[in-house]
């Protein structure tokens, strides 16, 4: 047993809190996993993990030698990247963050693409529209849309996303369309987000501080629930446009107040300092750069 991949395969599934997660990062079945790490565990002669039918958990020794192995498998990640660098072939594992919708809907085909043109690249594309910490949690790039918080990482700008608001026919003919933001007041709300205090919409066309109250009737974190809720009649949204641009091509959905809505925000892609990042990260970055600069997703701007 080449003990590099049972620390490999240890690392994976600490990280990936399981065995079978760390067979789809690994590209192994959930048994090579456990025995590899089993086979580590016999070599060192100490219990690393300790496992039970829904739980895994280090072992005092476990937290100990995980640390150490997690430099060594990112040494040798990185090393395999330099490799890549001097010979212009990238190879080696990519971790992607991205939101739930934009990441199926834009992502992962651009991620096909990308694999397409480097074969000897793997990705674990992870989709989920949760605040994630690109360092805790082992990404190479995390996309984001909207505003960044400071940080150490890098942030790049790669396109801006359009929003508008929007709803069916059959909801505009029921409760009539709004002619100025204020008539809001009078509408059913979806809003993007979390319930909450002094909930707002920032509005253009408003003055002061362009944003305008609300108090909505269906709130979610993920865009395709209040797209959903739309198609339904259940209100007025506020959503990216590549959300719904479908829907709006088909008639499904209408543009709401158009003129009024916010500025477009941007998406970028947030990862470690240059000095980091290996040909790999750089790559993928300058691919969805061009990508959607040449085609925005939701259309142009």
Known sequence: ???????????????????????????????????????????????????????????????????????????????????????????????????????VSHIAPAVNDFMHRHPHITVSLNVNDRFVDPYEEGFDITLRIGDLEPSSLIARKICPIRRLLCASPGYLEGRGRPRTPADLANHAILHYGHFGNDLNWPLRGLGGSNRLPVTPVLCSNNGDVLKIASLAGRGIALLPAFIVADQLASGSLLPVLEGFEPAPVALHAVYPPDKYRPAKTRAFVDFVSDRFRKRPPGGPV
């Open 1 to 103: 047993m080449d003990r590099f991949d049972g620390m490999k395969a240890l690392v994976a599934a600490v990280d990936e809190g399981g065995f079978a997660a760390a067979g789809r990062r690994l590209g192994l079945s959930r048994v090579q996993v456990s025995r590899l790490v089993t086979a580590l565990e016999d070599h060192l002669g100490a219990q690393l993990l300790v496992r039970t039918t829904r739980t895994m958990a280090l072992t005092e020794a476990g937290q100990v030698f995980v640390e150490r192995a997690r430099i060594l498998v990112n040494d040798m990640a990185e090393a395999e990247a330099a490799t890549g660098d001097l010979t212009g072939e990238l190879k080696g594992l990519l971790r992607i963050n991205a939101p739930m919708t934009f990441g």
